[in-house]
């Protein structure tokens, strides 16, 4: 118990155990939940001021996600991201999304792309106005349907289980320095490229901001998993 802000959790609109899933998701992306450490179903329910039934529920959605871990008779383990499991997600990123960025720029049409731009500009809005769960989010939408646009599902999968799995502890400290900035403006100048036809400079565009992401990670003063 203790271990989290108070969150109004419930409306109308929402199951109660989406809502938690959410609380939870912003609690690690802040550090409130640490990598490592193992937090039970009750004592986060006591801080939500909810029965654990519904606490459970989320977390075992965030293990599907690969964010925490179950521990027997006793909770949930945050799992923890090392610097080598980041070059690694990194690399695999890269790999895939800079040549299919260059593909959908030479075959994708130009209101598909286009379509994309509310998503860009809401990305660097949040990152403006500090909203992380709003930038992860819209971050998460670019380019997932960027890469949509290939028809291959699969490998959406990929990159989206990919993504999950590299996301970003203690993004607070990011965000207070104006690190995200700077980010969240290249999709804007990446889709300018696309709709551009310049696939070789979407390319590298897109490799700059892949090695941009992971150098959040160098700057934030300490290793993935708060170790």
């Given at each position: 118990?203790?271990?989290?802000?108070?969150?109004?959790?419930?409306?109308?609109?929402?199951?109660?155990?989406?809502?938690?899933?959410?609380a939870?998701?912003?609690?690690?992306?802040?550090?409130?939940?640490?990598?490592?450490?193992?937090?039970?179903?009750p004592?986060?329910?006591?801080?939500?001021?909810?029965?654990?039934?519904?606490?459970?529920?989320?977390?075992?959605?965030?293990?599907?996600?690969?964010l925490?871990e179950?521990?027997?008779?006793?909770?949930?383990?945050?799992?923890?991201?090392?610097?080598?499991d980041?070059?690694?997600?990194?690399?695999?990123?890269?790999?895939?999304?800079?040549?299919?960025?260059g593909?959908?720029?030479?075959?994708?049409?130009?209101?598909d792309?286009?379509?994309?731009r509310?998503?860009?500009?809401e990305?660097?809005?949040?990152a403006?106005?500090?909203?992380?769960?709003?930038?992860?989010?819209?971050?998460?939408?670019?380019?997932?349907?960027?890469?949509?646009l290939?028809?291959?599902?699969?490998?959406?999968?990929?990159?989206?289980?990919?993504?999950?799995?590299?996301?970003?502890?203690?993004?607070?400290?990011?965000?207070?320095?104006?690190?995200?900035?700077?980010?969240a403006?290249?999709?804007?100048?990446?889709?300018?490229?696309?709709?551009?036809?310049?696939?070789?400079?979407?390319?590298?565009?897109?490799?700059?901001?892949?090695?941009?992401?992971?150098?959040?990670?160098?700057k934030?003063?300490?290793?993935?998993?708060?170790?």
């Open positions: 118990m203790g271990h989290l802000k108070q969150r109004n959790l419930v409306t109308a609109s929402e199951r109660l155990r989406d809502q938690v899933a959410h939870l998701r912003a609690a690690l992306i802040s550090g409130e939940l640490r990598p490592g450490q193992v937090y039970s179903a004592g986060l329910a006591e801080d939500f001021g909810i029965s654990a039934t519904p606490v459970r529920e989320a977390m075992l959605d965030l293990a599907r996600e690969g925490v179950p521990v027997r008779n006793k909770g949930f383990r945050v799992t923890e991201v090392n610097e080598r980041l070059d690694q997600y990194t690399e695999i990123r890269t790999l895939i999304e800079v040549p299919m960025t593909r959908i720029t030479r075959t994708a049409a130009r209101e792309l286009e379509a994309l509310p998503v860009a500009e990305i660097v809005r949040a403006r106005e500090h909203d992380l769960i709003g930038y992860l989010e819209a971050d998460r939408q670019f380019h997932l349907t960027l890469l949509a290939s028809g291959n599902e699969r490998l959406v999968e990929t990159v989206s289980d990919l993504r999950k799995r590299s996301r970003l502890y203690g993004l607070t400290a990011l965000d207070e320095r104006g690190e995200l900035i700077p980010s403006e290249e999709h804007l100048e990446l889709l300018d490229l696309m709709l551009a036809g310049d696939a070789k400079g979407a390319e590298k565009c897109m490799k700059r901001h892949l090695g941009h992401v992971r150098s959040l990670w160098a934030n003063g300490e290793r993935p998993g708060g170790a």
